[in-house]
């Protein structure tokens, strides 16, 4: 989700789920420990709960990112492992570290030194043609000596050559099946599942044998995927605001972000799904996608566009 699940973003979902943990995209140790923080790390009160994803291999720099992570509040700081990028690959971390078990332990065990909040791992079931499920068992073991107690699986493999990115998310075949045996033969490890989940429905059904369910691409897309994770999986029985009401709830915050600089199409392109699916959808797309980036443009892009579209029935 590089460039993705910005602070922007995060705050729009956070509208539509209050309970859903939210995500960063995966933000380098580098760019923290020479990069301009605020930045990267900055986010509202109201995203909580909310984990800083990490990419990174030294154990010395994950655990200082790791402690600027908690000091600014984040609830938890996840390592990814499992990005198949040409880019990650060449900095050394993402999926490649899945061949380097005990390099991800010396990471995680740092962290753990330095930081008090949960410490997790995010990753494939396999790498290439090192993808069987004893490897994949040695990896878990190996990393859950360390310290770390919750796992979020990708259930495909990564081909760390010859796949783009997009490709290793669409063509190795999904296997939930490995995922909810880690559960069954690691019963005291938390295992949240992830990849091709495109519906609360399924989300539930995943829920009879694993800890958790992670979406992603979905959830940017059609945002409104969320809207009913409240009550259906956290049993809150508050009424939903409707998509208008999202819409009109957001509007503080656009124009408290215009006022200190921020562009408008930074916050505008995160919400462009919003409406997927109901009449006046395209128009809602169309008139922000054309018009956001717009000198002069403010809040009343986002109100005119919405009206484009028809309002659900109560």
Known sequence: MLDWTDRYCRYFLRLISKHA?????MVTTGAILHGNRERFLDFDPSEHPVALQLGGSDPKELAECGKLGEAWGYDEINLNVGCPSDKVQSGRFGACLMMTPQLVADCVKAMKERVDIDITVKHRIGVDDRDSYAE????????????????????????????????????????????????QDFPQLEFIINGGITSLEQAQQQLQWVDGVMIGREAYH???????????????????????????????????????????????????????????AKQWRRMISEESHKAGTDCQLIIQAAVQVIREPV
């Open 21 to 25: 943990v939210l995500y960063t995209e």
């Open 136 to 183: 994949l068992c040695d990896f878990i073991g190996t990393i859950s000596q360390a310290g770390c107690n919750t796992f979020i699986v990708h259930a495909r493999k990564a081909w760390l050559q010859g796949l783009s990115p997009k490709e290793n998310r669409e063509i190795p075949p999904l296997s939930y099946e490995t995922v909810h045996r880690l559960k």
């Open 222 to 280: 059609n945002p409104w995927i969320l809207a009913d994770a409240d009550q259906l999986i956290f049993g809150v029985t508050q009424p939903v605001m409707d998509r208008h009401q999202i819409v009109e709830a957001l509007i503080p915050y656009v124009e408290k972000e215009l006022a200190q600089g921020t562009p408008l199409n930074r916050i505008t392109r995160h919400i462009l799904g919003l409406f997927h699916g109901r009449p006046g």
